[in-house]
């Protein structure tokens, strides 16, 4: 499951950030998760569910927050809709994915015990 590598990668970002804080344990995190990033969100959260065990996380709550993919055109900029024919009305050209595709660790709270 790629979710689950993912979630791992994730762990150890905030095990590190946590680190710089000793004693504290990871409250809350905030993940942003574009449209097009190829992660199933259930997946994600389900993996993340089995390996903060034992991790710093532990007793962490995670809120994801899902990115709608956005397009533009990269000749005019003009923005086009995700649905339609991904391609400039104007110029023909193709769309680029401007935002959509991140998976961003957003936030971390920690708590100090
Ligand atoms: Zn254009």
Same mark, same amino acid.
Request: aromatic residues 4%.
């Given at each position: ?9 994730? +762990? ?13 344990? *990871? ?11 190829? *992660? ?21 709550? +995670?809120? +994801? ?32 994915? *401007? ?5 961003? +660790? ?5 708590? *100090?015990?």
């Amino acid at each position: 499951m790629h979710e689950y590598s993912l979630v791992l990668s994730l +762990l150890e970002h905030v095990a590190a950030q946590a680190a710089a804080h000793p004693g504290a344990s *990871v409250r809350r995190v905030e993940v942003r998760i574009g449209e097009q990033a190829g *992660v199933v969100v259930e997946q994600f959260a389900t993996a993340f569910e089995l390996a903060r065990r034992d991790t710093v996380a532990a007793e962490a709550e +995670l809120v +994801l927050e899902r990115v709608p993919a956005r397009w533009a055109c990269p000749g005019c900029a003009r923005e086009i809709p995700s649905g339609d024919r991904l391609a400039c009305p104007d110029c023909g050209d193709p769309a680029h994915l *401007v935002a959509g595709d991140e998976l961003y +660790l957003m936030r971390l709270e920690l708590e *100090v015990t």
